[in-house]
């Protein structure tokens, strides 16, 4: 396994792309694959990194099928995938593999969830809420892959864009109520591209949270989620191709959250 971490290191690094893990001679699994994470994870540190979170990805169902996945996967978030919008509003394209762009609802833990939590007890956990972008990107080609190469990959993580966070205790109700039925639009160069919301995450980023939880409890190599962590929940449309030159910009409808926007460049 360790073999194949530094593989992914490496085409992290260098922005490029390699052979499919799930099809060589050793045909990776996905227990393997999450043993590969937790190394990953040790070799970001290794390197001066700062763990920030998680990132869930595979979250809409709909992208299952064309991607070969059957269940959410996650992956870590570091300082150096991890970005505040306001500042750092133009990204560059060729410091990805084939990125695309994800408008996702990000959460900041204020205290550590436990699976066991009812949703009142988990949202406790939660101190902020976000609309942000995720860049994901395939060090496979094409984006052709099987569900351990993508959790082998750091869950196809590029980079986490946070908009403004709004405190969550002062409307907890409203938030649980908002999550799974606003919807949102996301635009390239003021065409509408991609349309969605709360419920295309596993029904709720709140939803997806929760999975996250109770998969990290049966996870032997790598830790569950603690306080101060940063979640990202899973994209709320289609993921979409990006190319330099072009302006992205989400808008959202039934939640208080601001539009974002994100521009690329070569």
């Known amino acids: 396994m360790n073999e194949t ?3 992914v ?9 390699v052979g499919l893990f799930s099809t060589s001679s050793s045909e990776l699994s996905i227990p393997d694959a999450y043993l590969v994470t937790a190394q990953l994870r040790s070799m970001f540190e290794a390197r001066g990194d700062r763990i920030t979170g998680r990132k869930i990805g595979f979250t809409n169902r709909d992208m299952w099928e064309e991607f070969g996945v059957r269940a959410p996967i996650w992956g870590y978030c570091t300082d150096r995938t991890t970005f505040e919008l306001a500042d ?3 990204v560059s394209v060729s410091n990805f593999a084939e ?9 900041g833990l204020g205290a550590a969830p436990h699976p066991s939590m009812n949703e009142e007890e988990l949202i406790d ?3 902020w809420i976000s609309l942000g972008y995720e860049i994901v990107q395939s060090i496979f080609a094409d984006w052709k892959f099987g569900a351990a190469d993508t959790i082998a990959a750091n869950a196809l993580h590029g980079m986490l864009s946070i908009g403004n966070r709004h405190m969550v205790a002062p409307r907890k109700e409203a938030w649980l109520r908002e999550l799974s ?3 949102a639009e996301l635009f390239c160069d003021g065409q509408l591209r991609q349309s969605g919301g709360g419920e295309l995450v596993l029904g709720s980023p709140f939803c997806a949270l929760h999975h996250l ?7 032997p190599h790598n830790p569950p989620l603690g306080a101060g962590e940063i979640v990202s929940t899973g994209t709320l449309t289609l993921a979409m191709p990006t190319l330099a030159g072009q302006t992205w910009k989400t808008m959202v409808q039934d939640i208080p959250l601001e539009d974002i926007e994100l521009r690329f460049e070569a």
């Open 5 to 7: 971490a530094e593989t």
């Open 9 to 17: 290191l490496t085409a992290l690094n260098d922005h490029r792309q």
């Open 88 to 90: 750092k509003q133009t």
């Open 99 to 107: 990125p695309k762009i994800e408008p996702e609802i990000i959460v």
């Open 125 to 127: 956990c939660i101190d």
């Open 181 to 183: 039925s606003f919807k």
């Open 213 to 219: 939880v109770r998969l990290l409890a049966d996870d």
